[in-house]
């Protein structure tokens, strides 16, 4: 059973536009969202990134607990089985204690910088290039955003991006972020998934609901 796709958006904030395409402007900036992904199997309930609580620089509006959001949607902190990290920067990663029940798959080298985060008590699954966490449901390290940064994609065409690219503008203007630590790699992400492909984002301020 290939897993539904749910949206759950946090918050919102601003970012400027310099980082969200390369070469933009720095003293303009433009909204953004604080997207998580829940995946709901027969029995399975996943979430792709754990979402913040805090996040040091940012002014954050309507924000709630990552774990609230998902009790909004219906599903208990409790009941989430599995949290993939697309990468361990901390408004990905923050409240992955707040899903007590679950396993943590993560990529190697990001679980370096992530280990902080994840209680002792969580099993921790990390792999280096990729892994199938469940039936169409499979990550796959890219390495544009960060060393290890990775996107979920989910049955044949649906990918999850996490922070290859922030916003649609990035794919439709063929930009990638100026937050990348390989602009060669983020190039490459909008030439492999710029077409053909429906593209989940963790920060364009159209995507997620409260």
Not at 41 to 54: F, N
Not at 107 to 125: G, L, N, R, S, W
Not at 135 to 153: A, F, P
Not at 175 to 193: H, L, M, N, Q, V
Request: aromatic fraction near 10%.
């Amino acid at each position: 059973m290939i897993p539904t796709i749910h949206p759950i958006r946090y918050a919102t904030s601003t970012l400027a536009e310099n980082l969200i395409l390369r070469g933009g402007r720095t003293d303009v900036y433009h909204p953004i969202s604080f997207t998580i992904y829940l995946l709901i199997t027969e029995d399975r309930r996943i979430l792709v990134d754990a979402g913040c609580e805090t996040m040091p620089g940012f002014v954050m509006h309507y924000h709630v607990s990552p774990a609230r959001a998902v009790e909004r949607y219906g599903v208990a902190a409790e009941e989430i089985t599995d949290v993939i990290i697309t990468h361990a920067h901390h408004d990905h990663v923050e409240a992955v204690g707040r899903f007590p029940n679950a396993t943590v798959y993560i990529q190697q080298d990001e679980y370096v910088k992530a280990e902080a985060f994840i209680p002792p008590f969580m099993p921790v699954v990390t792999f280096e290039s990729g892994y199938i966490v469940a039936e169409g449901v499979r990550v796959i390290r890219w390495g544009g955003h960060s060393t290890g940064s990775c996107v979920v994609q989910v049955g044949e065409d649906a990918l999850i991006v996490g922070d290859e690219v922030y916003t649609t503008a990035c794919v439709k203007q063929g930009i990638p972020t100026g937050a990348s630590c390989d602009p060669i790699r983020s190039e490459a992400f909008i030439k492999e998934y710029g077409r053909g492909w429906r593209l989940h984002y963790c920060h364009d301020p159209a995507i997620g609901g409260m």
